[in-house]
């Protein structure tokens, strides 16, 4: 019982990663049901953004915790910009063609970041500083770090500010309105390319706070660190039910549970192989993801 509450605190940590970034697939394709593939690389430069503020602040001399607060406003804000910019130049101008060309759009935009971050960056993992390495908090035998329990505290927080603002503000209105019926929205006056920039600005600085954690938790990151965890956490939204914001949640934190546990009770060695096996389970028995009917109304 011991490894299973253990597993039980990592799967959530993980899942915390995976539904931040599976936020951002989820709410671009609710509202232009357009797979965004370069929101890997957006998750990537929020945590080489937030690895150089935090490494800079700290050099100054600055408070642990106002570091960590300017890395993440920083990566957030910067993978904001970066999401923002993409849709204008890759996704804006194609929005009237088939839907391959814009997921041609789509894959062209996520070589050309991950190769720009290589070049930039170098092709060397670059380590996070090691915080909070020996905070602990102890239920028993379990353990919880202060790390692990910061992610979750603040993946949580994030999640809530998101529901709160789709529900009850008039621009998240209007992007649950454009969710449903994009030309109706804009004959109701409503500026449906201000929606969807505000989409990918709130996707994508989400993106970006997943990348300053994922840094924060296991040390190094890499240009190409985007791929594997986007393919992750788009395999979450689908789990979830794509377009469907509690879908997203829901399938991010299925997905490390399931990572977690399987990881401790069969094997390391697959461990990337488990979520989408159970993806495969998932959508043979239920096409639509584990929320696609029953939120319908509330997707973005």
Do not use: C
């Amino acid at each position: 019982m011991l490894i299973f509450f253990q597993q039980l605190i990592n799967g959530i940590t993980l899942g915390s990663f995976y539904a931040l970034i599976a936020l951002g697939y989820s709410m671009v394709y609710g509202i232009l049901k357009l797979i965004n593939f370069a929101h890997g690389e957006i998750f990537t430069a929020g945590a080489y953004v937030g690895l150089t503020t935090l490494v800079t602040l700290l050099l100054w001399g600055v408070n642990i915790f106002v570091a960590l607060l300017g890395s993440f406003l920083l990566a957030m804000g910067y993978s904001a910009l970066l999401g923002v910019m993409i849709e204008r130049v890759a996704y804006r101008p194609l929005r009237a063609s088939s839907r391959i060309t814009a997921l041609l759009s789509a894959l062209g935009m996520s070589i050309f970041l991950q190769n720009g971050m290589m070049l930039a960056q170098g092709a060397q993992a670059k380590n996070y500083p090691h915080l909070f390495t020996h905070q602990a908090f102890y239920l028993g035998e379990i353990k919880l770090t202060a790390l692990q329990l910061f992610i979750i505290v603040l993946t949580i927080l994030l999640m809530l500010a998101l529901q709160a603002f789709i529900q009850q503000t008039t621009l998240g209105k209007a992007m649950r309105a454009t969710s449903q019926d994009i030309e109706m929205a804009e004959m109701l006056g409503i500026d449906v390319n201000k929606v969807i920039a505000l989409t990918f600005l709130i996707g994508s600085a989400l993106g970006g706070a997943a990348g300053v954690m994922v840094g924060l938790y296991y040390g190094p990151i890499e240009f190409d660190m985007g791929f594997i965890l986007g393919i992750k956490a788009f395999a979450a939204a689908i789990l979830g039910g794509i377009g469907n914001i509690r879908g997203a949640m829901l399938g991010g934190l299925l997905l490390g549970l399931i990572e977690a546990m399987a990881t401790a009770y069969i094997s390391s060695e697959y461990k990337d192989v488990y979520a989408f096996i159970m993806l495969i389970a998932v959508l043979y028995f239920r096409p639509t993801g584990l929320l696609g009917e029953e939120l319908r109304e509330e997707t973005v």
